[in-house]
């Protein structure tokens, strides 16, 4: 059985590497259709991005829409420093010969949502402008969207933009109060777990070692973007935040985490976008959100690199 999946993501290399992943399990994801957005770099780049990625995995049959340029009301606050000028430095990937769709973004969650009532997850690697925004225009899909995945939030590992707070929640943190508020059974993968799941020099040759394009224009996007990361932590390996939310989708038995409730900051002038997570369920706010403290790193790399294996 394979799950129905629209993508919201703005490429950037990790999450170009969780998109290839659920391109190269065909038995278990169906993907109808990815939304660009607005977060690591410009839409355009993202629009652009996205395309390059569907031709990159053999797939110019998937169509790629565009998001809103901008958050629901902040100015776009951009991760050039990690990702690079396009958001997806690292190989010499061809520019795309495929187009993005006419429709919006917005608008293809809603069509799809209520042509496929009950069939939908929602998987969220990026800001959550878009699904927000659909929720605002068209209520009624709340009911009929099976699951959010979503990269986001921090709690335990603190923040990376901020402090206090992780990139794809500080970009648009009323969009992600929208979606946690929205009642849809959600599962959150943020830094507490990605930063466990470091892509070393092993982890990357295997990749490479696949002899494939795509495992190896996988490994040199993570190349690219892991030398920030490397420098600011010092560790073996940089976090690999986006495939934790196929993983989760593909293994759940390899991930640690509790129901509970997330509620996001929008005021504090230090804390804005801060995911605080009633870990010990010290509030009785409603339990939002499976949050994902926790996961094995040799499991989750198996499950990537063995994806990767399938594509061109
Ligand atoms: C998230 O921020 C982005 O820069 C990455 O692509 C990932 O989605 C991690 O905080």
New binding site residues.
């Given amino acids: 059985m394979t799950r129905k999946l629209i993508i919201l993501t703005?490429p950037?290399q990790?999450?170009a590497a969780a998109i290839l992943m659920i391109l190269g399990r065909r038995d278990a994801f169906d993907v109808l259709g990815l939304v660009a957005t607005a977060?690591?770099i410009h839409l355009d780049h993202t629009i652009n991005n996205c395309l390059k990625l569907m031709e990159l995995a053999g797939r110019p049959d998937i169509p790629v829409f565009a998001g809103c340029p901008h958050p629901i009301i902040r100015p776009l606050v951009m991760?050039e420093h990690?990702?690079g000028p396009t958001g997806l430095d690292g190989p010499d990937l061809p520019p795309p010969s495929i187009k993005a769709e006419d429709k919006h973004g917005v608008d293809f969650i809603i069509d799809t949502i209520r042509a496929h009532p009950g069939e939908i997850t929602i998987c969220s690697?990026?800001p959550l402008t878009n699904l927000a925004m659909a929720l605002r225009k068209a209520p009624d899909i709340a009911g009929e969207i099976v699951e959010i995945v979503a990269?986001l939030g921090a709690y335990f590992e603190v923040g990376?933009i901020t402090p206090s707070a992780?990139?794809?929640c500080y970009v648009d943190p009323e969009a992600a109060d929208i979606v946690l508020k929205s009642g849809i059974k959600t599962a959150l993968l943020p830094?507490d777990v990605?930063h466990k799941m470091l892509s070393t020099p092993e982890r990357l040759q295997a990749m490479r070692a696949l002899g494939n394009r795509n495992g190896i224009a996988t490994a040199e996007m993570l190349e690219f973007s892991e030398a920030f990361d490397l420098k600011k932590y010092g560790w073996e390996g940089a976090p690999l935040?986006?495939p934790c939310v196929p993983a989760f989708m593909l293994a759940p038995e390899i991930f640690v985490g509790r129901q509970i409730n997330v509620s996001v900051e929008l005021q504090g002038s230090l804390t804005a976008g801060m995911t605080v997570a009633d870990w010990w369920q010290i509030t009785d706010r409603p339990r939002n959100a499976f949050y994902v403290r926790d996961g094995d790193p040799v499991a989750y790399y198996d499950l990537l690199i063995s994806a990767l294996g399938n594509l061109p």
């Fill in positions: 703005d950037g990790d999450q977060g690591n991760a990690v990702h690697l990026s990269m990376n992780e990139f794809n830094l990605t935040h986006g």
